[in-house]
């Protein structure tokens, strides 16, 4: 399905005056408003191809309908996303959930949605039915070489499907670790592992990145080989100027200081992608900012402030993605929601007087320190990013023209109530 463009420009003259007082209210504190609304503009997030169906626990899912049978499906999704918020210009794609057989004709068809390809993501951590050795005592880390083998041979493929769509970034999630003491030796699985990676990164091109994701527990609880940023960055560091680590903002300990880590990360020049979602207790993958939106925040404020000292630029230099599942929402209202979280997030991000905080630090002024971060928190920029959207042509309301333009019905009409995305 497709939103007209003059659907888009109806609801947007119709919401304009309202828009324009909330705007001007808005900009009227920004020092230079032209080099923000740019920013906004120019700062897309990739949207997962498994994240477009409805996502499960292990005790159920519960579809909502309308989902996506295919990829050209999960790129015309993408697309209209797009089309609304103008800020999920790509997709990141799970291999084999989403193998592009017609590479050209899955290329055509993304740059027609106005779409790139970011990271792609290998799959280790389930067994597939054609699959020749199971993982279910880990892939890179296994004690059998065969088995090693095969997970290597497995992520050179999707370096290859990536060449062919013209990514240029690797993830690497490994499930490998131990559910009970003694299980494994530890050196042994990190120098299993780290040998395994290095076979892929000499198979990675010059100008791609390889994205080492760390994650505390799940599905093994007692050891993870990639446990955490520590893990993650011995790793990148052995690996080589083409290695970096991968922020998942659910794959922590609970209450650890993520905007430390990010902030580290950067200064080392190590920090390569990000997977935003949001989480109460796990790796909950729940629509970014609906738990701990100031947490949020204070990540994003790092990240800038990071970016910014190493002259990065913030919408190329680092690869953003969506990692969230959606058990009682819609999907795609779900992504709108989360985008404009971001968006949300990064422009106050941008608005933190830095001079002030680095002046109110150099004194020891505490209270000055936290006003200047709380205020910038608490100020209303939803009519800055709705503005950037409006220049770049989207939706004043994405949400609101979704609901309007009834997508999920038309989409349930379409393909049908009982569809299953891959992966799911
Ligand atoms: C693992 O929990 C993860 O965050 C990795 O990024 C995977 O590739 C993704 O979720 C999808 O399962
Ligand atoms: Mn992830």
């Not at 888009?8 to 828009?19: A, F, V």
């Not at 790509?90 to 068809?109: R, T, V, Y």
């Not at 430390?260 to 729940?286: A, P, R, T």
Request: aromatic share 8%; charged share 25%.
């Amino acid at each position: 399905m497709k939103i007209e463009k003059s659907k888009i420009e109806q609801h947007n003259s119709d919401l304009q005056k309202e828009h324009q007082r909330k705007f001007d209210f808005a900009v009227a504190d920004v020092p230079d408003a032209d080099e923000l609304l740019q920013k906004l503009t120019d700062f897309q997030v990739a949207i997962p191809s498994w994240a477009l169906g409805t996502g499960g626990t292990r005790f159920g899912r519960f579809g909502g309908g309308g989902e996506p049978r295919n990829l050209e499906e999960k790129i015309e999704d993408i697309g209209l996303l797009h089309a609304l918020n103008k800020s999920s210009g790509a997709i990141s794609l799970h291999i084999p959930w989403d193998i592009p057989e017609n590479a050209s004709h899955i290329k055509a068809l993304a740059a027609e949605n106005d779409l790139k390809f970011d990271a792609m993501n290998s799959n280790t951590f389930q067994d597939q039915p054609d699959q020749q050795y199971t993982y279910k005592f880990g892939s890179m880390q296994n004690v059998n070489k065969a088995i090693r083998k095969q997970a290597i041979e497995h992520n050179i493929e999707v370096i290859k499907y990536g060449i062919e769509l013209g990514s240029n970034a690797l993830t690497v999630w490994l499930s490998d670790g131990s559910c009970f003491p003694g299980q494994l030796n530890f050196r042994t699985a990190f120098q299993n592992t780290l040998e395994s990676l290095q076979e892929v990164y000499t198979a990675l091109p010059d100008d791609w990145k390889m994205f080492v994701e760390y994650k505390a527990y799940e599905p093994n609880f007692y050891s993870t080989t990639v446990g955490d940023w520590g893990q993650s960055l011995l790793y990148a560091t052995k690996l080589g100027n083409k290695a970096y680590t991968l922020v998942d903002l659910g794959h922590h300990l609970p209450n650890a200081n993520i905007e430390q880590i990010v902030s580290l990360l950067l200064m080392e020049g190590k920090l390569g992608g990000f997977h935003f979602n949001d989480s109460k207790y796990g790796d909950d993958d729940l629509t970014v900012g609906s738990i701990k939106p100031y947490q949020l925040f204070l990540i994003f404020s790092e990240l800038v402030e990071g970016m910014d000292a190493k002259g990065m630029n913030h919408a190329t230099d680092l690869g953003w993605m969506i990692d969230a599942s959606h058990n009682v929402k819609d999907p795609l209202e779900d992504l709108l929601q989360s985008v404009e979280t971001i968006m949300v997030t990064y422009a106050q991000a941008l608005l933190v007087d830095r001079k002030k905080l680095v002046d109110a630090q150099n004194n020891n002024d505490v209270v000055t320190a936290q006003e200047i971060l709380q205020s910038t928190f608490r100020t209303d920029v939803r009519a800055l990013v709705a503005e950037a959207r409006l220049r770049s042509g989207g939706a004043l309301n994405p949400l609101s023209v979704y609901r309007s333009e009834r997508v999920r019905e038309n989409l349930i009409k379409e393909r049908g109530s009982k569809t299953v995305a891959t992966g799911l």
